[in-house]
């Protein structure tokens, strides 16, 4: 496994992490299809992540209804000291108009349960889940660094933010001396490359952290599918979560075939190849993972050890790259005239 830093924090993470969203919720018509994992199988995913060298681990608090943060809390026991753990706060937790959104009640309230949850004092990165269009970013912030002077929170994050709303968190930390975000979770993968057009510059620009969530695009690009092109296994075939991710089938078909081309090159899964891709990308820090049975997050976990050639990303780039967005199309019709040679 090989490691980096987490933005300025100089704290190593592993480029591969360990997704918790299918731990728990067996019973729920979204997280038991998701994953539904007791703790046995949890114990077993988390152990082999742990012995193959990834310190790093993501959860949230509604995820399986806080059940994930159970699950993980227990499958870590005295090996919590060896992860950076992170989880998240925003998702509705209740039937209650307060049990939701990032006021100062509701993250303080959560923060709580979610430290009795993971069973200890401390969470190492504590993510904003999305934007709140109601609680203002300073009331936010000023919340979150009072966890962290408490000692509750090392550092803070989040996650599904656009560029121009983690700029703006940056600078009001900045403006007041509060500790701003040091990482950001977002969707990127070889069928969703929006990050490219603006969150990926502003995070070189602004030295953070960029972590990945679904990087397989929820199973598409493992590419398992029957003979009339179906998908047999992942989010993709369950109709309740298949139409989660805006994923265009005729697009991804074309990646899919080029996918599979280089994977059989290497003799490795599509899956693998994928995240390859991804830990080639610039500004990635890390890429989560999340797997139902050990062979998956094995075989992902190998990713880490396969080196793409430069025939190898450049026919994944071209079959993948999108139409580049407005206003950064004309500035790079500028750039030649500003930078030499």
């Known amino acids: 496994m090989k490691y980096r830093l987490l933005g300025r924090t100089g704290v190593w993470v592993s480029e591969l992490s360990l997704g918790a969203m299918t731990f728990g919720g067996a019973d729920h018509p979204l997280w038991g299809g998701i994953g539904g994992l007791g703790q046995q199988d949890v114990d077993r995913l988390v152990g082999a992540a742990l012995d193959a060298g990834v310190n790093f681990v993501d959860t949230a608090n509604v995820y399986a209804d806080g059940q994930s943060e159970e699950l993980l809390g ?3 026991g005295k090996r919590r000291r060896d992860v950076v753990l992170a989880t998240k706060v925003m998702g509705v937790m209740g039937p209650g108009p ?5 006021s100062r009640l509701h993250m303080m309230q959560e923060l709580e349960d979610s430290l009795r949850r993971l069973g200890t004092d401390h969470i190492d990165l504590y993510q904003i889940h999305n934007f709140d269009h109601l609680t203002p970013l300073d009331e936010v912030l000023r919340a979150l660094d009072d966890a962290v002077t408490q000692g509750k ?3 803070i994050g989040c ?5 121009w709303q983690i700029s703006r968190a940056q600078g009001i930390a900045a403006l007041h001396g509060l500790n701003g975000f040091v990482a950001t979770q977002e969707y990127y993968s070889l069928v969703g490359r929006d ?6 510059p502003m995070v070189e620009a602004e030295g953070l952290a960029l972590t990945v969530w679904s990087p397989l695009a929820g199973g598409f690009l493992a590419g398992k599918t029957d003979a009339a092109g179906a998908f047999t296994e992942g989010r993709q075939s369950d109709q309740n979560l298949s139409g989660f991710l805006p994923t265009d089938r005729k697009a991804g078909a074309a990646v899919l075939d ?6 059989a090159r290497h003799e490795a899964s599509p899956a693998r190849v994928a995240l390859a891709w991804l830990l080639a990308q610039r500004g990635v820090t890390s890429v989560i993972v999340g797997a139902r049975r050990l062979d998956q997050l094995t075989d992902n976990l190998a990713a880490s050890e396969l080196a793409l050639t430069d025939r190898d990303l450049a026919e994944l780039d071209e079959v993948s790259k999108p139409p580049m967005a407005y ?3 004309i500035q790079d019709q500028f750039r030649p005239a500003r930078i030499p040679g």
């Open 327 to 329: 206003p950064n199309w």
């Open 159 to 163: 996650a599904n933010l656009a560029a």
């Open 74 to 76: 227990k499958a870590l």
């Open 258 to 263: 080029v996918l599979r081309a280089v994977a």
């Open 195 to 200: 990050v490219e057009r603006d969150i990926v």
């Open 98 to 102: 307060n049990q939701l959104g990032l």
């Open 153 to 155: 929170v090392r550092y």
